[in-house]
Nanobody
Framework: QVQLVESGGRLVQAGGSLRLSCAVS????????MGWFRQAPGKEREFVAS????????YYADSVKGRFTISRDNVRRTGYLQMNSLKPEDTAVYYC?????????????????WGQGTQVTVSS
């Protein structure tokens, strides 16, 4: 079993930066994989970024590439999403998700473990 708890979401101004954290409880195996998703009001939950825990291999959605950085700290058992140059369209509830596997995963249906979500609001 893996439990995930997101934190760090808050109100920020456009152009600002924010770092989200995802604390992981439970055993982390070499095949662990973490993803970040977001869901705006009236929208489907969409992929943001993902990382393979073992080697740090990352993947980003086109909408955030160059602005967001996903990372992990194995000692702290925490994943991070660094968000820079934030735009109002980045406003959403951000979710941390996890699964086991050796590939890369970008779909909501591929993740069995989910956090509760943290609200990010970007004002103009």
């Amino acid at each position: 079993q893996v439990q995930l708890v997101e934190s760090g979401g808050r109100l920020v101004q456009a152009g600002g930066s924010l770092r989200l954290s995802c604390a992981v409880s439970g055993r982390i195996f070499s095949t662990y994989y973490m993803g970040w998703f977001r869901q705006a009001p009236g929208k489907e939950r969409e992929f943001v970024a993902s990382i393979r825990w073992s080697d740090g291999t990352t993947y980003y959605a086109d909408s955030v590439k160059g602005r967001f950085t996903i990372s992990r700290d194995n000692v702290r058992r925490t994943g991070y999403l660094q968000m820079n140059s934030l735009k109002p369209e980045d406003t959403a509830v951000y979710y941390c998700a996890g699964r086991l596997g050796n590939g890369y995963y970008t779909s909501v249906t591929e993740y069995p473990y989910w956090g509760q979500g943290t609200q990010v609001t970007v004002s103009s």
